[in-house]
């Protein structure tokens, strides 16, 4: 039996805009005496660095984001690696957002480089097919933003669709999508090229005798929920039918930060200062939101792959840093870290959940809240007027040198937070 | 390199047109790309330029209406 839901054949409005080699690109931009060169943005420029993204030249080379920069260099000895330089690339993004702006005010940016557009209400009003939009958009891009910057774009008529068109041909590409020719995209696709799928999921399809995404298409809703046993296998088949499933967005539900730690550290005095940092952080970006938060939550990897976690809830509303640290604090003992315990930290986490907009607060016996309040809000002015943590705990400035400005992956939460207008 | 110096740039509608750094002048070439930020309240522009043959990333700092050179290096 075949899949009953036939392909979408309305004609495309989704646009989905991605910033090739987003980082990269952008350094190559500032500096053109990188470019046409194998350059990596990476966390730490020490061997044992991440790096976050590769140039398109390094990608040739085979060097790849998530590989360590000495993995880089092995494949390619004169790799020029840079750390990162968060506000140059938030200036991009906020410039693709205004210049996005002139066509629909119906695009959600998914991160800092890729932005998808709902061009439903823009090709009620005008003519042009959206490959000369997007011709268009690609070319104000290099004209007014950066000649060095090329965007792939993918047309098709649901957002996932538009994201898969989007990844066919980078840099720089631009393809589409659409009743006409998706059979022919499908089977040149392999299952785990799809956003979604990768080898647990390409192993459940498998399972089911799936094994191409022309099977996976033309498979009927049973066999999916077989392989899937979920509503995602209804998901699954509308996604491939080019029906939309995808236009939600979420709420948050937290705040966090978190820190790769450039050296290894396994004592509660190493870790101590960090955590602090950590917890000033994302109190001031809860408080600047407006929100109280109600647990907090702690996560540590390990050298050698490990990893721990533990959340509590505190059973009041938490807004000052040196409460959030406490609670913070006895998590890190609770861990299995420390002098005699081992393990030795190469990552820490702290995120604030069971968030809350409460403009009256419960009063405590032994803590005068209103002072609180009073005391975080005057911190709150005057780091806003000189500058992130002119004012804060002793304990954090420990760890000053660790935690730096950085770009969440992947993340778009911290693109509310962030502008120039003040 | 990072160099952190105070220098004097010249301006031409609103780009920089040349940067004067120990006592020697280089001609503005190339602007790679303008952003901005925020410290506080402070407004820095930065501009990663080419002048003669070195890269500079320029820092101007709208409160004191003063100019560093943050980096260079030889393109």
Not at chain 1, 70 to 76: H, N, S, T, V
Not at chain 1, 401 to 409: E, H, T
């Amino acid at each position: 039996m075949q899949n009953s839901l036939k392909f979408n054949p309305e004609s495309s409005k989704i646009m989905h805009i991605d910033l090739n080699s987003c980082f990269a690109t952008i350094e190559q931009q500032a500096n053109p005496s990188l470019r046409g060169k194998p350059i990596a943005v990476a966390a730490f420029v020490s061997p044992g660095g991440c790096i976050l993204a590769a140039s398109v030249e390094a990608k040739r080379l085979g060097i790849k984001t998530g590989m360590r920069v000495r993995d880089g260099r092995e494949i390619y000895k004169g790799l020029i690696v840079l750390p990162p330089d968060p506000w140059k690339y938030r200036n991009v993004h906020l410039k693709l957002r205004n210049l996005i702006a002139d066509y629909t005010n119906d695009f959600v940016p998914k991160s800092i480089d890729e932005f998808v557009l709902n061009m439903t209400d823009y090709l009620s009003l005008k003519e042009p097919p959206l490959k000369v939009v997007a011709q268009e958009i690609k070319g104000r891009i290099k004209a007014e933003i950066g000649d060095w910057l090329t965007v792939s774009i993918g047309i098709a008529p649901n957002r996932y669709l538009a994201k898969i068109a989007a990844g066919l041909r980078k840099p720089d590409g631009l393809d589409e999508i659409n009743w006409e020719n998706f059979q022919g995209i499908y089977s040149k696709l392999k299952l785990t090229d799809l956003t979604g799928i990768k080898e647990r999921n390409a192993a459940r399809l498998n399972s089911v005798g799936i094994y191409s995404v022309s099977d996976f298409y033309e498979a009927p809703l049973w066999k999916l929920k077989a392989a899937f046993h979920s509503i995602n296998s209804l998901y699954w088949q509308m996604r491939l039918g080019g029906w939309e499933v995808d236009d939600v967005e979420f709420g948050r539900r937290s705040y966090g930060n978190s820190v790769a730690l450039g050296r290894n550290l396994s004592t509660v005095a190493e870790i101590s200062p960090i955590l602090a940092r950590l917890t000033e952080k994302t109190c001031s970006r809860l408080r600047a939101a407006g929100y109280t938060a109600g647990g907090i939550h702690l996560g540590l990897a390990y050298k050698g792959g490990g990893w721990w976690h533990e959340g509590r809830l505190i059973g009041r509303a938490l807004f000052d840093a040196r409460d959030v640290y406490k609670a913070a604090f006895r998590l890190l003992l609770s861990s299995p870290t420390g002098e005699g315990k081992g393990g030795n930290v190469l990552n820490v986490a702290v995120s604030c959940f069971g968030l809350s907009r409460q403009h009256s607060m419960q009063l405590e016996i032994f803590s005068d809240i209103p002072k609180k309040r009073n005391l975080t809000e005057a911190q709150d002015n005057i780091n806003g007027r000189w500058g992130d943590f002119t004012v804060a705990s002793a304990q954090s400035f420990g760890g000053a040198k660790v935690v730096m400005d950085r770009i969440a992956f992947g993340g778009i939460k911290e693109l509310e937070e962030f502008t120039l207008m003040h | 390199m990072v160099v952190d110096e105070k220098v004097t740039v010249g301006m031409v509608n609103n780009i920089p047109k040349y940067v004067q750094w120990h006592g020697r002048v280089h001609n503005v070439t190339q602007i790679g790309l303008h952003h901005l930020y925020r410290e506080g309240r402070t407004l820095y522009h930065v501009f990663s330029v080419v002048a003669d043959t070195l890269f500079m990333k320029l820092k101007f700092d709208t409160d004191s209406l003063s100019w560093r050179l943050e980096e260079t290096e030889s393109s």
